[in-house]
């Protein structure tokens, strides 16, 4: 995944001052000033645990406005949690998102469409999960903290080559499962990558993914003032849910 991760940064060629940043409770998001006006964009957070009582989950935290937001999208690779999602949020600032190439598509239709009367299996507990239950034939949903009719994450070896649609959250770029999880996939199966914090870049598509859904932010200030708030992901305002298609006939 680094070396994609490497190829999505260089294609992202726009570069600026960072204006703002804000860690919440359950979004991160990095603001920059951008040619041909303001970027920003979002990531889940990602705490640290168990650290000594002291140690900083951000290098220069206090210090980082005015610097290049290509330089935190580099931290995409950090060693740090925190600083990882500081680095994903810069990323999704950065890409210039070719709207051409997307539709308005919720992930939650997309994944109920293609899953009405097949197995899927989702990496993350989302709203729409009842909605494709209700459609589908199997619905496993894996969870670091199942809640009920989840099905632990610890399972992902059992339960992910046996479904046919596979949606995996984003965070699970953050948080290094992706390669993994990934792998666990059939060849065959329909697998999309979902969340605000996914890069729109269909250099994803590289690696087989049927589809790419993230989040364009429309409303920069909202957003940042929500974020700071402690906001959910449906209290954001000023958000675009849109989806990349693999094109057809690509391998």
Do not use: K
Not at 70 to 99: H, M, P, Y
Not at 118 to 142: D, K, M, N, T, Y
Request: charged share 15%; aromatic share 4%.
């Amino acid at each position: 995944m680094s070396e994609l991760l490497a190829r999505v940064l260089a294609s992202a060629e726009r570069d600026g001052p960072v204006t703002d940043i804000r860690v919440g409770t359950h979004w991160t998001i990095v603001a920059a000033e951008l040619p041909g006006g303001p970027g920003a964009g979002l990531a889940s957070t990602q705490s640290v645990h168990g650290a000594e009582h002291g140690t900083p989950a951000v290098r220069d935290a206090g210090r980082l406005i005015g610097r290049s937001a290509r330089e935190l999208a580099g931290w995409v690779q950090s060693n740090q949690l925190t600083e990882r999602s500081i680095g994903f949020a810069a990323l999704n600032a950065l890409i210039q998102v070719d709207e051409a190439q997307c539709v308005d598509l919720n992930a939650g239709d997309l994944i109920t469409a293609r899953g009405a009367g097949h197995s899927v299996a989702i990496v993350g507990h989302f709203p729409f999960v009842e909605q494709v239950r209700a459609a589908a034939r199997q619905c496993w949903v894996l969870e670091l903290n199942p809640g009920p009719g989840d099905v632990p994450a610890s399972l992902a070896a059992e339960v992910l080559p046996q479904a046919d649609v596979v949606a995996l959250t984003g965070m699970t770029l953050v948080n290094g499962t992706f390669d993994s999880l990934h792998a666990l996939c059939r060849p065959d199966a329909y697998t999309l990558l979902l969340g605000a914090t996914t890069p729109l870049s269909p250099l994803f598509f590289d690696l087989g993914l049927s589809a790419i859904s993230g989040t364009i932010l429309t409303d920069i200030p909202a957003a940042l003032l929500a974020v700071s708030q402690a906001a959910t992901f449906r209290q954001i305002p000023g958000r675009r849910l849109v989806t990349m298609l693999r094109p057809a006939g690509e391998a």
